[in-house]
């Protein structure tokens, strides 16, 4: 009996709210997969672990993405004892530069090259960790056997940016989860009319505009307000100071982090999920409202229209203007709100995390194979 081919599947990033694919992969990879024996690395302070018997949770203290050559170098060394025949990167450019085994890599987007700000970082120390990125994302791709993106848009990026690429870049589409479980869960004071969007508030997420938007609607729609659900970090910090000056607070509710019964509840019972960002890999946030039926208006920038298809209703994310006439649209007109809702529910059903893990499955069997 021949021994099990071996992979390492490096999931450091699987808690993270990008970690989704990576935890979805695995998911079902152990309901679909025996043949192959698994290696899976998670961070020490991950509690996840394998249903299958063929795979196994390795944790590891090295960080998901560093400069440090003993971070770089002890990574290599770890992953070159398992000896794996290939290594699946859930995350570009998390693998060690000192690392020569075969590997495939996900790439989810490149919008880390255009939108990455300082922050709270001195600019020049800024200008020098974008450098190493650069220079890092380089040499991920160039010695990957393969590169996975989520849409065609990130794929065609890619290998624009990297024109050595362009021949070992596939597309695996990602997918929206199913309603989220549980019954509703109206919150305390809850808005009675109102937009939302959920996600960080990072500068490519666009959402000084959104509030500019919203502004204008006001004037059409003055018990309207605008809902923000995410985690209460640096960014959602430094716009709730700005809204704070605008004197719009009380007409804008940042949430922070909720349970999934009362996001359940706002997904429901809003008149549109708006969704501005200028830059997506693959846009789950829209997907996610539409299986719970609630309309979307969304940019028309990048993979936005590829994913959500003719079940969206789009605007040009840089003309305020144009994005509070196209929400307005929307909340003013019940017809084209149950339009989009139909077409929502029907453009979810094109993506499937099974057929994610079939297809990524299908390319660990060709590399191990070749």
């Given at each position: 009996?021949?021994?099990?081919?071996?992979?390492?599947?490096?999931?450091?990033?699987?808690?993270?709210?990008?970690?989704?694919?990576?935890?979805?992969?695995?998911?079902?990879?152990?309901?679909?997969?025996?043949?192959?024996?698994?290696?899976?690395?998670?961070?020490?302070?991950?509690?996840?672990?394998?249903?299958?018997?063929?795979?196994?949770?390795?944790?590891?203290?090295?960080?998901?993405?560093?400069?440090?050559?003993?971070?770089?170098?002890?990574?290599?060394?770890?992953?070159?004892?398992?000896?794996?025949?290939?290594?699946?990167?859930?995350?570009?450019?998390?693998?060690?530069?000192?690392?020569?085994?075969?590997?495939?890599?996900?790439?989810?987007?490149?919008?880390?090259?255009?939108?990455?700000?300082?922050?709270?970082?001195?600019?020049?120390?800024?200008?020098?960790?974008?450098?190493?990125?650069?220079?890092?994302?380089?040499?991920?791709?160039?010695?990957?056997?393969?590169?996975?993106?989520?849409?065609?848009?990130?794929?065609?990026?890619?290998?624009?940016?990297?024109?050595?690429?362009?021949?070992?870049?596939?597309?695996?589409?990602?997918?929206?989860?199913?309603?989220?479980?549980?019954?509703?869960?109206?919150?305390?004071?809850?808005?009675?009319?109102?937009?939302?969007?959920?996600?960080?508030?990072?500068?490519?997420?666009?959402?000084?505009?959104?509030?500019?938007?919203?502004?204008?609607?006001?004037?059409?729609?003055?018990?309207?307000?605008?809902?923000?659900?995410?985690?209460?970090?640096?960014?959602?910090?430094?716009?709730?100071?700005?809204?704070?000056?605008?004197?719009?607070?009380?007409?804008?509710?940042?949430?922070?982090?909720?349970?999934?019964?009362?996001?359940?509840?706002?997904?429901?019972?809003?008149?549109?999920?708006?969704?501005?960002?200028?830059?997506?890999?693959?846009?789950?946030?829209?997907?996610?409202?539409?299986?719970?039926?609630?309309?979307?208006?969304?940019?028309?920038?990048?993979?936005?229209?590829?994913?959500?298809?003719?079940?969206?209703?789009?605007?040009?994310?840089?003309?305020?203007?144009?994005?509070?006439?196209?929400?307005?649209?929307?909340?003013?007109?019940?017809?084209?709100?149950?339009?989009?809702?139909?077409?929502?529910?029907?453009?979810?059903?094109?993506?499937?995390?099974?057929?994610?893990?079939?297809?990524?499955?299908e390319l660990f069997r060709h590399y191990l194979n070749h």
């Amino acid at each position: 009996m021949s021994q099990k081919k071996h992979i390492v599947i490096d999931a450091r990033i699987r808690p993270a709210s990008t970690g989704r694919p990576i935890a979805r992969l695995l998911e079902h990879l152990q309901e679909i997969d025996k043949e192959h024996r698994y290696t899976v690395l998670i961070k020490k302070d991950d509690d996840w672990r394998p249903t299958a018997k063929n795979f196994t949770a390795k944790p590891i203290d090295y960080p998901i993405f560093s400069f440090n050559p003993l971070n770089q170098i002890g990574l290599a060394l770890a992953l070159h004892r398992l000896k794996p025949d290939l290594t699946y990167f859930g995350l570009t450019p998390s693998q060690p530069l000192f690392y020569s085994r075969k590997y495939i890599t996900l790439t989810h987007d490149l919008g880390m090259l255009r939108f990455a700000r300082a922050g709270r970082l001195p600019e020049w120390l800024h200008k020098i960790r974008m450098a190493g990125y650069r220079f890092l994302l380089r040499q991920a791709h160039k010695r990957a056997a393969h590169i996975v993106t989520p849409t065609e848009f990130v794929a065609e990026d890619v290998k624009k940016y990297h024109l050595f690429t362009s021949r070992k870049v596939t597309t695996i589409y990602e997918a929206s989860e199913p309603p989220l479980p549980g019954k509703a869960q109206q919150p305390v004071n809850p808005p009675k009319e109102f937009i939302m969007y959920t996600g960080s508030a990072f500068p490519h997420k666009n959402l000084d505009r959104l509030v500019s938007a919203f502004t204008i609607l006001r004037e059409q729609h003055p018990n309207l307000k605008l809902v923000l659900v995410g985690k209460r970090e640096y960014h959602s910090k430094q716009l709730e100071r700005k809204i704070n000056k605008q004197e719009l607070l009380q007409r804008i509710i940042f949430t922070g982090f909720i349970p999934d019964e009362e996001l359940k509840w706002y997904y429901q019972n809003a008149r549109a999920y708006v969704f501005p960002s200028l830059n997506e890999g693959f846009g789950l946030p829209g997907l996610e409202a539409m299986v719970h039926g609630c309309p979307v208006v969304s940019s028309d920038a990048s993979c936005l229209p590829e994913v959500n298809g003719d079940a969206a209703h789009y605007f040009n994310p840089l003309d305020v203007q144009e994005m509070a006439v196209k929400i307005d649209e929307v909340i003013s007109s019940e017809k084209l709100r149950n339009d989009l809702i139909k077409k929502g529910y029907e453009n979810a059903k094109r993506f499937s995390w099974k057929t994610f893990t079939k297809k990524h499955l299908e390319l660990f069997r060709h590399y191990l194979n070749h």
